[in-house]
């Protein structure tokens, strides 16, 4: 079998974005932040989304290799079973583990008021995690179950057995899903939170611009999938790690839309680009789409057919922004903007291809967006059709203050030179919820970026 390497692009005299251009912090600072981000969030936040909720007592459980997801955010780390307890005594917030591997960082004992170290003995962590609970007798205890919420779901079957066990049928009885405390705990932002991550969005956001530049392309030499290996790359050089998606580059050209990170094709004067991608960095995820033109040769802009697509698709985003206000369920912005595009005369997609999908000449609009920050597509209200199967109760949930979602849509918009086949203009900001409305964490993109041939 022969490997073939791909060819890379011709070097370019640009200015390279640099992890000292960006600001970007070094490993023992990034820990710091998250560390004292971490200790704010619980100490600000948890005992007033347990009292929101009636739950006095939300235990925690994981073992190695099998992390609960909220288990980073509570100072959580690897062990053959732990247990973080977090109980209101009706004045303070209580906050116990119990642990069989000592840490090798200062978070856990900065965060917790009682740590219980059991290591390799042969109790291990039950009788702990018995005294812990009976002691304080709780009326609800909240654990992490979720029939729809992945993040809220964390706890297995086994550990739900080895906590029964461990606490009695009396206490057991108690129990009760915490998923709503996982929700408002994780999605509610700190104004500390949203600073740093607009910083994220803004590394974002350079990262994916250079990627769509002479930096990153040679016209008729760089492929969809050498940028994309390009990308990966330059993030680790800065600093940074991909987030759980890779980077998708997509080529439309006269109105065909390649595949993702097509190996073969290299771009080409005329070309339109797309990305969709991600970058992470001290336990967040940003979500960020941008979208180029390779100008052709006595070219100074982007044809005025295709400048009208992308203010068209702002058009759309505009309005959807509109829709977005505290309060208002997911699935009801997601209907109100799509009755608006369809009175625009927009056929309307649907995100997993349940039901009309637009033909490819005529004007069409899809609003998919969501959650995000510390997962991609993450805990707090979706905005998108009622789909249980899809979604679960997240396209229910309101939209809610100090909350981030991703503004996400494509509007498809015919191009007379390309015999009315479509150009798919792709949307993807990130906006924190405030109490008149969404804000954008950085600026949008207001037009195509432009790439010299």
Known sequence: MTIRLSEPPLPSPLPRISRESLGIPSERDRYALKRDLTIQKVNTLLLPTMRKHGIDMWIVLDREYHPDPLAREIGGRGGVRNAHIFYDNGETLEKIFIFSHGSRVDLVSMLYDELIHYGYRPEGLK???????????????????????????????????????????????????????????????????????????????????????????????????????????????????????????????????SMINDPNEPFQPGDV???????????????????????????????????????????????????????????????????????????????????????????????????????????????????????????????????????????STPIPEWDNRIVKCTIEETAVMTEHGPELIVPRQEELLLIPS
């Open 127 to 257: 009788p702990h995690l018995r005294e812990a609970v009976q002691k304080r007798n709780p009326k609800k205890i909240g654990l992490n179950m979720s029939p729809t919420i992945p993040m809220a779901d964390g706890l297995s079957v086994e550990l739900k057995k080895y906590l029964d066990d461990a606490i009695g049928p009396d206490l057991a009885a108690r129990e009760v899903s915490a998923e709503l405390v996982a929700r408002d705990f994780r999605a509610t932002r700190l104004p500390v939170e949203t600073e740093l991550y607009r910083k994220l969005v803004g590394w974002t956001v350079a990262w994916e611009e250079e990627g769509f530049s002479r930096v990153g392309i040679t016209p008729g030499v760089t492929t969809p999938d050498y940028l994309h290996w390009w990308w990966r790359e330059r993030a680790l050089e800065i600093g940074l790690e991909i987030c759980s998606f890779l980077p998708g580059c997509r080529v439309i050209r006269n109105g065909y839309h």
């Open 273 to 411: 680009l797309s990305i969709d991608a991600g970058l992470q960095f001290a336990g967040y995820h940003t979500d960020i789409k941008r979208m180029a033109y390779i100008l052709k040769p006595g070219e100074t802009e982007a044809p005025a057919s295709l400048q009208k697509a992308y203010r068209d698709a702002k058009k759309v985003t505009d309005a959807l922004c509109g829709f977005m206000v505290p309060g208002r369920p997911g699935y009801e912005v997601w209907q109100m903007t799509t009755d608006w595009a369809a009175e625009e005369g927009y056929e309307i997609s649907y995100p997993l291809g349940s039901g009309v999908s637009a033909a490819s000449t005529a004007p069409e609009v899809g609003i998919y967006c969501h959650s995000v920050g510390t997962d991609v597509h993450d805990i707090g209200a979706w905005i998108s059709e009622i789909n249980p199967e899809g979604f679960g109760d997240r396209v229910t949930f309101p939209m809610t203050p100090d909350n981030w979602y991703s503004v996400e849509l494509h509007v």
